[in-house]
């Protein structure tokens, strides 16, 4: 399957990627300058900024509720962004597709950035953030059934980190783990992955800017062969939540994706993977609003919600 035509018209005015990092503050200010106002958003019941008080510290969080009901199942998303940029703000429409398609409540994350954070701050205010969703179930209207956690790219890493510094301290709340096209394996070794050499170029994300973007992280204390930098390596994954796993065909970090989920599964975990071939990365942000790749939100509400 080739890539798709509306995806392949945009990245071809993509300039090759620089092997130096970018600026983070002029990257975030661009970012920034396309987020719509907020009467072009998808609108749901009621969208809410407040702070979470976490032994991390003080966390923005934005708390999307889809409609009047009593009760509802928690998703705690973390955004991507190679460490260094996205917000609440450049990520507001998936947070909105994910609760209107799921029915949860989602619990969006503003998280510390590289490099003015050094690592493991982030993970530490996103699990902070997880656990006061827990402890918050009646401010929440949470039904005390789904507390799931979800991310793309970076943000997915998040949620292979967090799922598993949670597990290892006994925290055993966490239901659900959803990670789109997942950054799980840091060390950027060219023959580590074949997609890393089949999709090194021309769709988007490629090889050349893997080291540059995520130097932010790696060079504030984040070791490539620490498990909680690179899940992948983490030894043990058994006793880790049910996760849905999804990849882009034309993605240079596809392969690493979709081995930690068989990882997973070896280890005994419930886990469902779905390849979108004609995507590439970045898709569920960047072109969700094209019908086939929205439906990234109906296979999450489906694992959320059977059984």
């Known amino acids: 399957m080739t890539l798709h035509p509306e995806i392949a018209r945009i990245v071809e005015q993509i300039p090759p990627a620089s092997t130096t990092p970018p600026n983070p503050q002029a990257m975030r200010e661009a970012e920034a300058g396309q987020v719509p106002p907020p009467e072009d958003r998808l609108p749901l019941h009621d969208v809410a900024d407040t702070t979470a008080s976490t032994p991390a510290g003080d966390v923005p969080v934005r708390i999307y509720t889809p409609v009047e009901a009593d009760s509802f199942g928690l998703i705690v998303y973390f955004h991507g962004g190679a460490f260094f940029s996205g917000s609440l703000d450049t990520h507001d429409h998936v947070a909105r597709s994910l609760a209107k398609e799921t029915g949860h409540k989602v619990i969006s994350v503003g998280y510390s950035l590289a490099p003015e954070a050094a690592f493991p701050t982030a993970l530490n205010e996103c699990l902070g953030v997880v656990k006061w ?119 240079p970090l596809r392969d690493e994706g979709e081995a930690y989920g068989q990882r997973l599964e070896d280890a005994g975990v419930e886990v469902t993977t779905k390849r979108y071939d004609a995507a590439n990365h970045g898709f569920v942000a960047n072109f969700s609003w094209i019908p086939e790749f929205y439906e990234v939100f109906h296979d999450t509400a489906r694992f959320l919600n059977e059984g």
Not at 156 to 177: K, L, P, S, Y
Not at 228 to 249: H, M, N, Y
Request: charged share 25%.
């Open 133 to 251: 969703a827990a402890d918050s179930g009646d401010r929440l209207d949470w039904d005390g059934r789904n507390l799931a956690l979800a991310g793309d790219s970076s943000g997915g890493n998040f949620v292979a980190a967090v799922t598993a510094m949670a597990h290892d301290e006994g925290f055993d709340r966490i239901t659900h783990q959803v990670l789109y096209y997942p950054s799980v394996d840091l060390d950027f070794d060219r023959s580590r992955w074949p997609s890393l050499q089949e999709n090194a170029e021309g769709y988007g994300l490629e090889y050349n800017g893997l080291a540059p973007f995520n130097s932010f992280y790696l060079d504030n204390g984040a070791d490539p062969a620490d498990p909680l930098v690179s899940p992948i390596k983490r030894e043990d994954l058994s006793g880790l939540p049910k996760a849905l796993i999804v990849t882009a065909g034309y993605d």
